[in-house]
T-cell receptor, first 113, second 118 residues
Framework: DGGITQSPKYLFRKEGQNVTLSCEQN?????MYWYRQDPGQGLRLIYY???????QKGDIAEGYSVSREKKESFPLTVTSAQKNPTAFYLC????????????FGQGTRLTVV | AQKVTQAQTEISVVEKEDVTLDCVYE???????LFWYKQPPSGELVFLIR??????QNEISGRYSWNFQKSTSSFNFTITASQVVDSAVYFC???????????????FGKGTKLSVIP
């Protein structure tokens, strides 16, 4: 079945550690996105990528990094520079036109302990 | 810059009541696309509907209906005869048209949490 897979579903990080969230899609979509969701804040864009080997900062990119070495994969690294990383992270993909919907993964809940 | 406002943070209704979720948007483009997504407790966003700026016809899908009014920049969502399974967070989103090297990103509202009480 086609879709987007995020892993892990739950992730715990100690302060000062970097952690990487995985996002894989088999929908043959060019564009991929990472969103952060906090209670009452909606979805805020962290990074997005339109094609392989290219990505752009979203509204809240500080403290995060990404790579896009393969079309299917768009991992997100939460670095120690991110001051408040506890949140729900959602990955999405879509075709490269404005009129198509995005497909979302099931999310990763990151907690700093 | 584009913006989506969902003024209702939380709504509670009794089962079988009708409920309308409001969405107001801002954009400078004449061509744009509007979306509604449902986020159940499991967390994954589920696509419900897409509407382009040139199509102001209202749409009905079962118990769901959408009212798009360009004059008021609104794209409201109504659930008729609500059910407990409708309990979720609902997001309205806006995407501007193809801008060549543009981002095709979705701008989301903050969501409305709907609770349907049995």
């Amino acid at each position: 079945d086609g879709g987007i897979t995020q892993s892990p579903k739950y992730l715990f990080r100690k302060e000062g550690q970097n952690v990487t969230l995985s996002c894989e899609q088999n929908l043959n979509h060019d564009a991929m996105y990472w969103y952060r969701q906090d209670p009452g804040q909606g979805l805020r864009l962290i990074y997005y990528s339109q094609i392989v080997n290219d990505f752009q900062k979203g509204d809240i990119a500080e403290g995060y990094s990404v790579s896009r070495e393969k079309k299917e994969s768009f991992p997100l690294t939460v670095t120690s520079a991110q001051k408040n990383p506890t949140a729900f992270y959602l990955c999405a993909s879509k075709t490269r036109t404005g009129n198509t919907e995005a497909f979302f993964g099931q999310g990763t809940r990151l907690t700093v302990v | 810059a584009q913006k989506v406002t969902q003024a209702q943070t939380e709504i509670s209704v009794v089962e079988k009541e009708d409920v309308t979720l409001d969405c107001v948007y801002e954009t400078r483009d004449t061509t744009y696309y509007l979306f509604w997504y449902k986020q159940p407790p499991s967390g994954e966003l589920v696509f419900l509907i897409r509407r382009n700026s040139f199509d102001e016809q209202n749409e009905i899908s079962g118990r769901y209906s959408w009212n798009f009014q360009k004059s008021t920049s609104s794209f409201n969502f109504t659930i008729t005869a609500s059910q407990v399974v409708d309990s979720a967070v609902y997001f309205c989103a806006l995407s501007e048209a193809n801008r060549g090297a543009g981002s095709y990103q979705l701008t989301f509202g903050k969501g409305t949490k709907l609770s349907v009480i049995p």
